[in-house]
């Protein structure tokens, strides 16, 4: 499975911002998704995740959102009201996890190359 991350960019405190991330190869609907992300000095951490069914979704802040659009191979995070706090390094991953949405990083096992994120105050 390889994963595409895009959509990051440099953007204003407030502004919202939609990370997209495609999958090719050997896809599989029912398999999790999730987005880390990854601050300087700090270690990578989920900010959302959502289950193969679609049914159980994590998320680390309200201001984010998960979704998944299986017939694209795509899952998308929406992220409002955004702070300089949030610049980091996002990635997305896949999990072969069957049960409710996986928020740790050993969960996964395909990981994509990252999307650069800024947020200017």
């Known amino acids: 499975v390889q994963l595409q991350a895009s959509g990051g960019g440099l953007v204003q405190a407030g502004d919202s911002l939609r990370l997209s991330c495609a999958a090719s190869g050997r896809t599989d609907s029912r398999r999790a998704m999730g987005w880390f992300r990854q601050a300087p000095g700090k270690q990578r951490a989920c900010v959302a995740a959502?289950?193969?069914?679609?049914r159980s979704t994590y998320y680390v802040d309200s201001r984010f959102t998960i979704s998944r659009d299986n017939a694209k191979n795509t899952v998308y995070l929406q992220m409002n009201s955004l702070k300089p706090e949030d610049t980091a390094i996002y990635y997305c991953?896949?999990?072969?996890?069957?049960?409710?949405?996986?928020?740790?990083?050993?969960?996964?096992?395909?990981w994509g190359q990252g999307t650069q994120v800024t947020v200017s105050s």
């Open positions: 959502i289950s193969g069914s679609g």
């Open positions: 991953a896949t999990s072969n996890y069957r049960g409710d949405a996986p928020k740790f990083d050993y969960q996964y096992d395909y």
